[in-house]
C-alpha cells in the first residue's frame, strides 16, 4: 500500500511540474477577494422578526384553548328525574 501511495505522490509532482502555477496568483487571489468586500446586508433582524411571530402564535394558540374550554362552561352532572328513581315493574 505504501508502495502506491509513493507511486502515486511521484506521477503528481511529476504532473505538477510542468505545469507550475503563476508566482503572483496568490496576491492576485487575495487582492481581488479584498476588492469585493464583505456584503454589508444583514439579516437578523428577519430571525428576530420570525422569533417573535412564532410566540404571538404560541401564546395565541394557547389562549385560544383556554377560552374554547372556558365558553363550554363547567361540566355538571344531569339531575336525577323521579321516574328514574321508581321502580317501573308492577307485581301483576
Not at 511521484?10 to 510542468?18: I, L, P, T, V
Request: no cysteine.
Amino acid at each position: 500500500m505504501d508502495d502506491l501511495r509513493s507511486e502515486i505522490r511521484a506521477a503528481f509532482e511529476k504532473e505538477q511540474s510542468g505545469h507550475a502555477p503563476a508566482s503572483a496568483m496568490h496576491s492576485d487571489i487575495v487582492d481581488a477577494v479584498a476588492a469585493q468586500g464583505r456584503p454589508s446586508r444583514n439579516f437578523q433582524w428577519v430571525a428576530a422578526v420570525a422569533a417573535i411571530l412564532l410566540a404571538i402564535l404560541v401564546v395565541v394558540g394557547l389562549m385560544s384553548t383556554r377560552f374554547a374550554l372556558r365558553a363550554t362552561g363547567p361540566a355538571t352532572t344531569p339531575n336525577a328525574s323521579p321516574v328514574a328513581t321508581t321502580d317501573l315493574r308492577r307485581p301483576a
